[in-house]
């Protein structure tokens, strides 16, 4: 199939973010890398319901955002990607059908240009891993995930933070999410009325192509498929209580995003099982339309360094 040349030019493409890494770690990482952050080294093992409830190990299903009013507010973990999905889309990589691949299937990327724009939050989902700052945060990316998450940061939108579930105490592998959707940078990045009920059902609908009837929620199941990179994902939505509280008490910006007709958390949570149901023929043939974001601003180190040794 593919001759010596162009196989040395594959890897130089491979090599060139890697290098880049190396020269500078103080850049945030790119997100078609799996996370460097901690992982889990006990064996996963995962109950019926597909994630541990962090509250009956000391952790929450609240976030710890920093410098609230009152103090001690959090932000709800309003989805839950369960531990009984496939293996692969568990793993938070963009390659082989995994995580950012999935997130990309329903037009969610990696912040703006790999700048980080929103302030940290923490949770502790009761895994014995504690308090964890979020892995990273995602973004709505107007059906253009090279810019669209820049759009998403200045006009506002569905955004969400995620954390894995993968502690000693409580090893599921589930990703919980908290999802909200907000309004523009001028506005300070608030949450839109009702945001985190919205955030979290405009995510399931567009993933079940359903609209949501968010304000008359039952304990529904949805199902819809979603695709990208030549992966094929069907996803089964639950919607279960009991995890979280039907109250505006303690939750962030509780005033604004409080409605009359409904909490600023209505006590639901989405949990998704979602399996790969096509996969690409020849997997290698996607790499290069999964490096190009990159290319562009690596190109002048690809001039200064690769191209002088490439013509000796
Ligand atoms: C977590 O985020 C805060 C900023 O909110 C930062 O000060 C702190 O260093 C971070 N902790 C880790 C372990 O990265
Ligand atoms: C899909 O997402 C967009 C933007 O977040 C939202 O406006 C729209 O209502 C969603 N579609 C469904 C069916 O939920
Ligand atoms: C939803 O299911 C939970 C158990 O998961 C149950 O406690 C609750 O009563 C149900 N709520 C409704 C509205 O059916
Ligand atoms: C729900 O409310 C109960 C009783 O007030 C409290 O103990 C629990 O921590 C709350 N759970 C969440 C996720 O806020
Ligand atoms: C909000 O939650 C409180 C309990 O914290 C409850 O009394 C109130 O009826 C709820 N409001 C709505 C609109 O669901
Ligand atoms: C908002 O949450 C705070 C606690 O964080 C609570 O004191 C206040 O009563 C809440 N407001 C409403 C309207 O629920
Ligand atoms: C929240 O609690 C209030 C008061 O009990 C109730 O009227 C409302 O239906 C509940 N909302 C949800 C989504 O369960
Ligand atoms: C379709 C449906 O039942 N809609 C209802 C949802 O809840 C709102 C507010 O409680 C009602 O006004 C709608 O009729």
């Known amino acids: 199939m593919a001759s010596a040349k162009p196989c040395a030019l594959f890897h130089l493409l491979i090599c060139i973010p890697i290098m880049a890494l190396a020269l500078d770690d103080h850049q945030r990482q790119p997100p078609s890398f799996p996370s460097l952050k901690r992982t889990s080294h006990t064996r996963r093992s995962v109950p019926s319901e597909g ?6 190990n000391g952790g929450s299903m609240l976030t710890i955002v920093d410098g609230t009013f009152p103090p ?17 889309v568990l793993k938070d990589q963009e390659t082989d059908g995994g995580l950012r691949n999935y997130w990309l299937s ?8 790999g700048q980080h724009a929103g302030s940290e939050q923490a949770a502790n989902l009761g895994d014995n891993n504690g308090i964890l700052n979020e892995t990273d945060e ?18 506002g939108g569905g955004h969400f933070r995620y954390w894995t579930q993968n502690g000693p105490g409580a090893n599921s592998g589930a990703i919980f999410m908290a999802s909200s959707y907000e309004l523009p940078l001028t506005d300070g990045h608030d949450i839109v009325s009702n945001g985190y009920n919205l955030g979290r059902d405009w995510i399931i609908g567009n993933i079940t192509q359903t609209n ?6 039952t304990n529904s199941s949805y199902s819809g498929t979603t695709s990208y990179g030549g ?19 303690g939750i962030n910006h509780n005033l604004t995003v409080m409605t009359s007709s409904s909490n600023a958390t209505d006590g639901f949570v989405a949990v998704l099982e979602v399996k790969i149901t ?35």
């Open 278 to 312: 096509e996969k690409p023929a020849n997997s290698a043939d996607l790499l290069i339309p999964f490096f190009g974001w990159q290319l562009p601003p690596l190109l002048p180190l690809f001039f200064a360094t690769i191209l002088p040794l490439i013509s000796l």
């Open 231 to 249: 992966y094929t994902y069907s996803t089964t939505v639950k919607y279960v209580t009991g995890l979280l509280n039907n109250t505006s008490v």
């Open 106 to 113: 329903f037009d969610y990327a990696g912040e703006c240009l």
């Open 72 to 88: 001690g507010q959090g932000e709800p973990l309003n989805i839950i990607i369960s531990g009984n999905s496939d293996e692969a």
């Open 138 to 155: 995602i973004r709505y990316d107007y059906n253009d995930p090279q810019l669209g998450t820049c759009t998403e940061t200045i006009q």
């Open 51 to 56: 994630y541990y409830d962090p509250s009956s």
């Open 212 to 217: 949501i009837p968010t304000l008359n929620l």
